[in-house]
Every structure is written in C-alpha cells, then in structure tokens.
C-alpha cells in the first residue's frame, strides 16, 4: 500500500516549457487535490476532483489544468511554466467519510529559470 | 472568504517546557486538521477534529476545538528535541475533504 505518490521528486523547467507532474493513490479515494506550498504562505488549493471525470478549480489554478480519467490518477498540467510557477507541488488524497485524513504525496519541488 | 490563523508564526522552546499553538478561523466549519511537517518532507496528519468541544491526544500534542470561538489549539507538553517541526492547522470549505484552507504553519524550534 504506497499510498499517494508523486512524480518526479525534483524538476527544472525553462520558462515556457510545459509539463506534467504525476500523482498517484492505491486507498480508492473518491477525493483528490493539488496544492502548491510556497515560503512562508502555507499551502493553496489548486484544484481538485471529487471523482472519475469530476474536476473543479480551487484558489490558484491559473495556468495549470488538471483530468481525473480514473480514481487512481490524478496528473497536473502546467501549460506554459512561469518563474512565478517555482514551487513546491503536494498531490492529496481522501475518503468522503467525515473524519478521513487527507493523505499528502512526498511532493514534486519544481524550479521554473 | 475563508481565512485561517496560525500564531505563533515562530515559537523557540526549551526542552521540558509547555506551549500551546492557537488557530483561527474566519467562516463556520465542520471539521479541523493539524499537520506535521519536517523540512524537506510531506504533511503527516496529527488529529482531526470534527466536533465543537472535541480533545485528541497523542504522545505530547494534545489539540481541542471550540466551533463557537472558531479556535482550535495545539498543546505541547514537556517538549522534546524531536518534536521541532512546522505544524499546520487546515480548515475544511463546504463539508469537503478536498477543500482545504491551511494556515501559514509556525516553526517550531526545541532547544536543549
């Protein structure tokens, strides 16, 4: 059982390249979310999913898009990567239960030059 | 807008000594999280909190929630070295697991 898990751990992006950041879970969880977590700000949603199918913006989620095609997978786009894009990205996952823990991947740290 | 509260932002301890981490937050909510992170690592989850009036304690750390005040706190007991961490309180948006509002964490340093 790995739980939620992201790929890659370290990423160094040009501005203006694109790319996908993986995200992972075995629990069977209905939820998934993506935040970011810069210095000194806590984390903020970017988007999430309520399931299969199922997307929805949160806080921050200019410049990233998100598919949920299964309830295992959950990947992040980043469309056009932006020096403001330099971050790091937790991919999490919960049961609709209340009272579920909301379980965090180890994280993606992405630098945008 | 929901807005959560974390104070102290930086708490430095000495061993042995208690404290207590308060959280606040702007809008009703049903349920309360607290975090732990080391740095470099992810968030692992300490408590939950679903009911005004709610204690929950592990080892050390002991939080509460009061929904009428909308405060939550982290109690730290006769603290230890290992316990130097950023904690993070997060408040659940619209009766959901996958709407979290976090606070900015406090640092917490635990001296000898």
């Known amino acids: 059982n790995a739980g939620v898990t992201q790929t890659p751990k370290f990423q160094v992006l040009k501005t203006g390249q694109s790319m996908t950041l993986q995200c992972a879970q075995d629990?069977?969880?209905?939820?998934m979310s993506w935040y970011r977590q810069d210095p000194g700000m806590g984390l903020r949603l970017i988007h999430y999913s309520v399931g299969a199918g199922i997307t929805d913006q949160g806080e921050v989620p200019n410049g990233y898009n998100v598919s949920r095609s299964t309830t295992e997978d959950f990947p992040l786009r980043l469309l056009s990567a932006a020096p403001s894009q330099t971050s790091v990205y937790f991919c999490?996952?919960?049961?609709?239960?209340?009272?579920?823990?909301?379980?965090f991947g180890q994280g993606t740290r992405l630098t945008v030059v | 807008e929901l807005k959560v509260e974390q104070n102290p932002l930086f708490l430095s301890m000495q061993e042995g000594k208690n404290y207590t981490i308060y959280c606040n937050y702007s809008t009703t909510s049903d349920r309360l999280y607290w975090y732990r992170q080391d740095p470099g690592k992810s968030l692992e989850s300490l408590f939950v909190l679903l009911s005004n009036g709610a204690v929950k304690q592990e080892g050390r750390l002991m939080a509460s929630l009061d929904t009428k005040a909308r405060l939550s706190t982290l109690h730290i007991t006769a603290a230890v070295h290992d316990l130097s961490a950023t904690y993070f309180c997060a408040v659940n948006s619209g009766g959901s697991n996958y709407k979290l509002t976090f606070g900015k964490g406090t640092l917490l340093t635990v001296n000898p």
């Open positions: 999490a996952s919960s049961g609709s239960e209340v009272g579920s823990f909301v379980f």
């Open positions: 629990m069977n969880h209905e939820y």
